[in-house]
């Protein structure tokens, strides 16, 4: 499984953006998480398989969206009211069949994309 974010980019407080991440075929369940310089990378938001369930930070609940076209085997964050502490490269990974998801940690991921920055001024 191959994974391409796009759509990160610089952007002043309030603003919005919205990555992308396509998977080179179909994928199980999928979470976007973020680095910044310095800390450990944490998991912002994933969502299952067919789409019906996801689960988010506290720091980005109400203001992130997470979700899936999987016609197009991609899966998209919506990130609106950015703070500057969302500056952060992100990534997006996938989960394999059976693995949990859910508590959003990077071990239960199997694959993963080589991110994209985004920065929040």
């Known amino acids: 499984v191959q994974l391409v974010e796009s759509g990160g980019g610089s952007v002043q407080a309030g603003g919005s953006l919205r990555l992308s991440c396509a998977a080179s075929?179909?994928?199980?369940?999928m979470g976007w998480f973020r680095q910044a310089p310095g800390k450990e990378r944490e998991g912002v938001a994933a969502i299952s398989t067919g789409g019906g369930a996801t689960v988010y930070a506290d720091s980005v609940k109400g203001r992130f969206t997470i979700s899936r076209d999987n016609a197009k085997n991609t899966v998209y964050l919506q990130m609106n009211s950015l703070k500057p502490e969302d500056t952060a490269m992100y990534f997006c990974?996938?989960?394999?069949?059976?693995?949990?998801?859910?508590?959003?940690?990077?071990?239960?991921?199997?694959?993963w994309g080589r991110g994209t920055q985004v920065t929040v001024s």
């Open positions: 990974a996938a989960s394999v069949l059976g693995a949990s998801w859910d508590k959003r940690r990077v071990a239960d991921f199997a694959y």
């Open positions: 075929t179909y994928t199980y369940n």
